[in-house]
């Protein structure tokens, strides 16, 4: 069995008047819980938009609290993210390097492909020709006997939520296909939504995880106060990997 967290979504520096402190706060109670957790998960995700205006400060301030808390997350950028301060901060790179940031983690008993599915300056998403490569060749060096889990921040297909669609990502068919070859392909898993989401893509499941800064409400839901709920509490999504078979649990974090 292989369980880990999923997180999304935490919008470090979004300010409701607040200089950002509410979305500190949020995160820090996702945080918390799953540091103060009495069992042991095997990884954490942070699929995107770790800040909100992409700033060398709030990228400072998210490596802050995961050493605070001792999370070490596995990362993948989102649209509110820039990828020059968040290659320098959060990993080290070289913050000139305009290309995307991906990564592969093999840990004991999974791998974890972590795709930057964000297009610089947009809302919307798209792999490039250069990522799905990488995905490709990093796909067919893992044993076909262990789970592979690929990570974006855009979902793929629409999940019928108002503003989202819109700006989800495109040029899917090109993701199915490299889908398609790689049978160890356990799960597809993204953010973005700001709402947990479960579905299918390329007969794979596709989660998305539900944000921790806000929630957004579905369009027979919807308020005069708008798509956004910012009152809900955070929340978070264990995964759960056994047997060929991915299970996926959602929690309120009060």
Not at 67 to 77: A, H, N, V
Not at 99 to 108: D, F, K, S, T, Y
Not at 171 to 199: F, M
Request: proline fraction near 9%.
């Amino acid at each position: 069995m292989f369980a880990f967290a999923q997180i999304s979504d935490i919008h470090l520096g979004q300010d409701r008047g607040d200089g950002g402190a509410r979305a500190r706060e949020r995160t820090e109670r996702v945080l918390a819980r799953l540091a103060g957790l009495p069992g042991a998960l095997d990884a954490v995700l942070l699929t995107g938009d770790v800040a909100d205006h992409g700033t060398e400060a709030e990228y400072r301030l998210a490596a802050e609290l995961f050493d605070t808390y001792g999370i070490r997350p596995l990362l993948c950028p989102g649209n509110h993210d820039v990828r020059g301060p968040y290659r320098q901060v959060l990993l080290g790179g070289d913050p000139a390097d305009p290309a995307p940031v991906n990564q592969v983690h093999r840990l004991p008993g999974a791998t974890f492909l972590m795709c930057d599915s964000s297009v610089p300056g947009k809302g919307h998403g798209r792999l490039d020709d250069g990522t799905l490569a990488w995905l490709d060749e990093t796909l067919a060096r893992t044993p076909d006997d262990e789970p592979a889990f690929v990570c974006f921040h855009h979902p793929p297909v629409p999940l019928h939520v108002q503003y989202v669609d819109e700006i989800r990502q495109f040029g899917e068919d090109r993701l199915a296909e490299v889908v398609g070859r790689h049978r160890q392909v356990a799960g597809l898993l993204c953010g973005h939504s700001h709402t947990p989401a479960v579905t299918t893509f390329a007969e794979v499941p596709l989660v998305a995880a539900p944000g921790v800064v806000s929630t957004l409400r579905m369009p027979w839901e919807e308020q005069e106060a708008g798509p956004m709920d910012y009152e809900l509490p955070p929340m978070l999504a264990y995964h759960v990997h056994e047997n060929g078979r991915l299970t996926t649990h959602f929690r309120v974090v009060p």
